[in-house]
């Protein structure tokens, strides 16, 4: 296997949108960051050095990092900062893995600014299991801000509010042309005719699940979260903070210029946010000026299209990508999902934005948790996160005073034993809750095998799980007023962080843990923390 080394220096840098400069936080003066391409089977080695006076931290979102949390990067669960002129070498296998994944600071609202592709190619002579495309593009959706993120956050919380909006959606970091100076900020891809392209589509977006589709073409998802899928045919996907999906797509069409098109999902939300980001799509040699139309994108709270597409997503299951979905489960979870109000003397009106799981608010601790559990620090955090709610009630009615936040001393973790199998059913709730929560789970994929609107039936939702060809991700949406639930088997030790992948909800404490242990062959432990990893 292959060692690839990748310098990463974080630094600021000017950069102008919607007719409108700022300084951001850049990785190699980038914006979105550098691609990195790598081999199944091979290592890498990526450098991150900090000339921004933020603190930083990078996560590589799918990456599986077994046994190895500290190459993680999520700040104060796997590693502390990387300060102002410090560096840390993220060391990673990326074994048993290949397809689309992407990376982005792990710390506050960075992400907003610092993110980028990962493309892992299968291993040589390893085709991939549909036919081999001609070209491929990476696609990263993302979102604008024209202030300064942290002064936005910042104005929200001191007004016990959801900050301000982005101002707009992005593809490759350009908003296209229905925004301010489209003529410098629009996204370009170029198709020849009668070629086969991959487009490997990312959505770093901070809060915002989109619809995407391109005029005049139809899509075959093969992949998402660089999982292989059953090929099927769309004219639109849907796709939520920290997913990827890789789409086959051919040109087939009277060679012309076309859009390619993301707008948010609102779900149950109100319809506040219909703002389209616009790449173009130009085939070769065309001299053609004729302004395109917008793909037809499922409307904005088009609840039905989203459930519809999901429920085409399923595992290749193939002898050779079989579908390893836990038949028998060792350990049931059940999380209820709230969002809420809680009293904050220091916000103007006297009130603050928060959220939970099973009641429980996450308290951000100060030191790593990982570094706490690996040497057996005590009073860092407890393993007592319940594995159901307080009390059982009716999560989508009108039931509000069951449901409050509690905010504890230390971090509340679950503990799981080693290779243990779980299940862990996500319940969303009425509380102020009106858009899909797209959850995500570090160190491990996992097997979706339900989901449903309403209450969670224990006794005959189970019936109708898939237990043959769930789609496997790192990243799944739970519906609003609506619950899912996802297997893994609990094979890779160490702390790993599980959280809503929208950054106002993860703010808002919208997060959780699990300290899965040690198992008792020695391959089966946490691997020792490597020597740079940045102090507390
Ligand atoms: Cu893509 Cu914990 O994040």
């Known amino acids: ?32 960051g550098p691609t990195i391409y790598v081999r199944e ?9 900090n000339h921004a006076h933020y603190n930083m931290s990078i996560h590589w979102h799918g990456l599986k990092q077994y046994r190895n949390g500290w190459a993680d990067g999520p700040a104060y669960i796997t590693q ?45 002579g390893s085709p991939y299991p549909f036919p081999q495309p ?37 593809i490759n970091g350009k908003p296209g042309p229905l925004f301010p100076c489209p003529e410098k900020h629009t996204h370009a891809i170029e ?20 619809f995407f589709a391109i005029s005049g073409h139809s899509m075959t998802v093969v992949e998402a979260d660089a999982v292989y899928t059953k090929p099927f045919s769309t004219e639109s996907i849907l796709i939520a903070p920290g997913q990827t999906t890789n789409v086959v797509i051919r040109a087939n069409q009277v060679p012309g210029r076309y859009f390619i098109a993301a707008r948010p999902f609102m779900d149950a939300g109100l319809p506040i946010d219909n703002r389209t980001a616009i790449a173009i799509l130009q085939y070769k040699g065309i001299q053609n ?25 399923r595992s290749l299951n193939s002898p050779q990508f079989p579908c390893n979905v836990p038949l028998k489960v060792d350990r049931r979870l059940f999380y209820t999902i709230g969002l809420g109000v809680n009293p904050c003397p220091t916000c103007q009106n006297g009130t603050q934005l928060t959220a939970s799981l099973n009641n429980i608010t996450f308290v951000m601790p100060h030191v790593g ?55 862990l059913v996500l319940q969303d709730t009425n509380l102020l809750s009106v858009e899909s929560h797209p959850f995500h789970l570090h160190g491990y994929n996992f097997y979706v095998v339900g989901t449903g609107v309403g209450n969670f039936d224990s006794k005959k939702d189970p019936a109708k799980f898939n237990l043959v060809d769930p789609p496997e991700r790192n990243t799944v949406g739970v519906p609003t007023g609506g619950w899912t639930a996802i297997r893994f088997r609990a094979d890779n030790p160490g702390v790993w962080f ?11 404490g919208l997060k959780t843990a699990f300290v899965v242990e040690d198992g008792p062959h020695p391959d089966h432990t946490v691997l020792p923390p490597p020597k740079d990893l940045p102090p507390c």
Not at 1 to 28: E, G, W
Not at 145 to 158: F, R
Not at 191 to 210: P, S
Request: proline share 6%.
């Open 1 to 32: 296997a292959a060692v690839k080394t990748y310098q990463f220096d974080v630094q600021v840098k000017n950069v102008s949108r919607l007719c409108h400069a700022k300084p951001i936080v850049t990785v190699n003066g980038m914006f979105p």
């Open 134 to 170: 001609d070209f491929e593009f990476n696609l990263l959706l993302g979102e604008w801000w024209n202030d300064d993120v942290e002064e936005v956050v910042k104005q929200g919380n001191k007004l016990g509010l959801p900050p301000k909006m982005s101002d707009a959606h992005t």
């Open 80 to 124: 502390c900062p990387v300060q102002t002129e410090q560096s840390y070498t993220y060391d990673i296998n990326v074994t048993g893995q290949r397809g689309t994944l992407w990376w982005h600071a792990h710390i506050f609202w960075l992400r907003a600014t610092v993110y980028g592709a990962i493309v892992i190619m299968p291993k040589q």
């Open 191 to 210: 198709f020849e005719q009668g070629k086969t392209y991959l487009l490997r589509i990312i959505n770093a977006a901070l809060n915002d699940e989109l």
């Open 41 to 49: 089977g091979d290592r890498l080695l990526i450098n991150v050095t």
């Open 289 to 313: 000026t004729v302004i395109p139309s917008l793909p037809q994108l499922p409307a904005l709270n088009d609840t039905s299209s989203a459930l519809n597409y999901n429920s085409k997503l």
């Open 498 to 508: 599980m959280h809503c992948h929208l950054e106002l909800h993860t703010g808002w």
């Open 369 to 423: 948790l990982l570094q706490a559990h690996y040497s057996s620090v005590k009073g860092v955090f407890t393993t007592d996160f319940p594995d159901r709610p307080p009390t059982p009630f009716n999560y989508t009615g009108a039931t509000f005073t069951n449901l409050q936040t509690t905010q504890s001393q230390l971090p509340r973790l679950s503990k799981i034993a080693f290779n243990s199998t779980v299940e």
